[in-house]
T-cell receptor, first 114, second 114 residues
Framework: NAGVTQTPKFQVLKTGQSMTLQCAQD?????MYWYRQDPGMGLRLIYY???????DKGEVPNGYNVSRLNKREFSLRLESAAPSQTSVYFC?????????????FGPGTRLTVT | DQQVKQNSPSLSVQEGRISILNCDYT??????FLWYKKYPAEGPTFLIS?????DKNEDGRFTVFLNKSAKHLSLHIVPSQPGDSAVYFC?????????????FGKGTKLSVIP
């Protein structure tokens, strides 16, 4: 099992460019999440998908869109990148819809917007 | 408004001694709490959790204590080892919250000195 994989690992964009961050999990999990981590800020939820075909906004959704392509894959799109979106992005997945199942995280994508 | 607070950005402990990491929360709806450990350039990994119906959960060298009346939890690591040096995040979840999304604290960087 590879767990949660993310591509790319690093990316540099210019202001206004667009890109899609890819996430896939091979654990047959129902729920998937996108977080961003900024220095001194902890992890903040951008969007999540409780199950295939559904997506919902988290704490900081502005400037992002998501697609739950199938049960395995959940992508995050920046339509017009801004320097404020410079961050490390983590994807996570979760097994069941019960509180005592933890989230599993990918290794992250480090994004710099100049 | 920060719902999960880790007021100590950093902590240094001698190898073999006890490490105590603290976390406070404000949202009374939180009923499940988790600790994650994060090494540089990696995603967070689940460490230990506790339900609000308990006041203590133990897993090897790691113990989490929950004081609901004070809205406070702590993570004890005994004995501390150099490999425990990492950033520790406290996270909380509420039953019924969208797919049990997690709210994270800002993290505490633990340094275990050999």
């Amino acid at each position: 099992n590879a767990g949660v994989t993310q591509t790319p690992k690093f990316q540099v964009l210019k202001t206004g460019q667009s890109m899609t961050l890819q996430c896939a999990q091979d654990m047959n999990h129902n729920s998937m999440y996108w977080y961003r981590q900024d220095p001194g800020m902890g992890l903040r939820l951008i969007y999540y998908s409780a199950s295939e075909g559904t997506t919902d906004k988290g704490e900081v959704p502005n400037g992002y869109n998501v697609s739950r392509l199938n049960k395995r894959e959940f992508s995050l799109r920046l339509e017009s990148a801004a320097p404020s979106q410079t961050s490390v992005y983590f994807c996570a997945s979760r097994d069941r819809d019960r509180p005592f199942y933890e989230q599993y995280f990918g290794p992250g994508t480090r994004l710099t917007v100049t | 408004d920060q719902q999960v607070k880790q007021n100590s950005p950093s902590l240094s402990v001698q190898e073999g001694r006890i490490s105590i990491l603290n976390c406070d929360y404000t949202n009374s709806m939180f009923d499940y709490f988790l600790w994650y450990k994060k090494y540089p350039a990696e995603g967070p990994t689940f460490l230990i959790s506790i339900s609000s119906i308990k006041d203590k959960n133990e897993d090897g060298r790691f113990t989490v204590f929950l004081n609901k009346s004070a809205k406070h939890l702590s993570l004890h690591i005994v004995p501390s080892q150099p490999g425990d040096s990492a950033v520790y995040f406290c996270a909380a979840s509420a039953t019924g919250a969208g797919s049990y999304q997690l709210t994270f604290g800002k993290g505490t960087k633990l340094s275990v000195i050999p």
